[in-house]
């Protein structure tokens, strides 16, 4: 599976953006995806999955951020409001057949390249 992810950018604390993740090469409708982001020195850090029906946050982005997919597409979003300066980082997206666990990152198979978000005070 192959996965691209674009969307970052620069924004204002309190903005939106959206990302998004292209997969290809697969089924994308088996696998739970994931996005993921990394700020400078520090180590990768969860912040949304979707299994099935189901959805998953990260306790900083939770009620800000929604995740959903598409499956015509095999694209998964990820919406993000309110955006703080904390927020900034890489934000990369995931894929694994697995279920569970799906918080932490070696349970996943295959990266996206990341996408940069930069938000300012």
């Known amino acids: 599976v192959q996965l691209q992810a674009y969307g970052g950018g620069a924004v204002q604390a309190g903005g939106s953006l959206r990302l998004s993740c292209a997969a290809s090469?697969?089924?994308?409708?088996?696998?739970?995806m994931g996005w993921f982001r990394q700020a400078p020195g520090k180590e990768r850090e969860f912040v949304a999955a979707a299994v099935g029906g189901s959805t998953y946050y990260g306790y900083s982005v939770k009620n800000r951020f929604t995740i959903s997919g598409d499956n015509a597409k095999s694209t998964v979003y990820l919406q993000m409001n309110t955006l703080r300066p904390e927020d900034t980082a890489v934000y990369y997206c995931?894929?694994?057949?697995?279920?569970?666990?799906?918080?932490?990152?070696?349970?996943?198979?295959?990266w996206g390249q990341g996408t940069l978000v930069t938000v300012s005070s």
């Open positions: 090469g697969g089924s994308f409708s088996s696998y739970t």
């Open positions: 995931g894929a694994t057949r697995q279920s569970r666990y799906v918080r932490f990152a070696d349970r996943y198979d295959y």
